[in-house]
């Protein structure tokens, strides 16, 4: 089994910034892909972005999220989503996500293990 703890979340205001992390424990991860998705009140979860936990390869990171960035630090296990230039938009909840397959990486049905979410809520 594989624990996720997501924190970072808040609110800010349009044009800022929040990092979210996301810790893992439980069994090795060193071969996992980790992604982060975001669910707005009545949306489907989305994809955001994902990366190897080596961080050899981040995977797509949607171009209409150009203000984010996905990076690990293996030596504390934990993966970061770094977001600039916040819009009301980008307001959800952020879940980290943890997976063994290398295929199918945008879909939040690839993945096996799920933290239990953080808020992030931009206003104007």
């Known amino acids: 089994q594989v624990q996720l703890v997501e924190s970072g979340g808040g609110s800010v205001q349009a044009g800022g910034s929040l990092r979210l992390s996301c810790t893992a424990s439980g069994r090795t991860v060193s071969n996992y892909v980790m992604g982060w998705f975001r669910q707005a009140p009545g949306k489907e979860r989305e994809f955001v972005a994902a990366?190897?936990?080596?961080?050899?390869?981040?995977y797509a990171v949607d171009p209409v999220k150009g203000g984010f960035t996905i990076s690990t630090d293996n030596a504390v296990n934990t993966v970061y989503l770094q977001m600039n230039s916040l819009k009301p938009e980008d307001t959800g909840l952020y879940y980290c996500a943890a997976t063994a397959a290398g295929v199918g990486i945008s879909r939040a049905g690839t993945y096996e293990y799920w933290g239990q979410g953080t808020q992030v809520t931009v206003s104007l």
């Open positions: 990366i190897r936990w080596n961080g050899t390869r981040t």
